[in-house]
């Protein structure tokens, strides 16, 4: 039904912006390779794709 829409709207619409997006998030899947836990991978995708401030610092040295 959802690619009908498509034919529908006789081309007029583009997915320009979801392949983008999901361009993106596999990028960051990518790059979040070596983390050890889901909620690393989970917490890189909300950053990359809802562009969400980074901290200033990482980690915190004594």
Do not use: M
Request: charged fraction near 20%.
């Amino acid at each position: 039904a959802l690619l009908l829409n498509w034919f529908r709207a006789k081309g007029q619409l583009s997915s320009g912006v979801v392949e983008g997006f999901n361009t993106k998030a596999k990028l960051t899947t990518r790059k979040a390779f070596g983390f050890r836990t889901f909620h690393g991978a989970e917490i890189a995708l909300y950053h990359a794709l809802g562009a969400l401030p980074e901290p200033d610092v990482a980690h915190r040295f004594c």
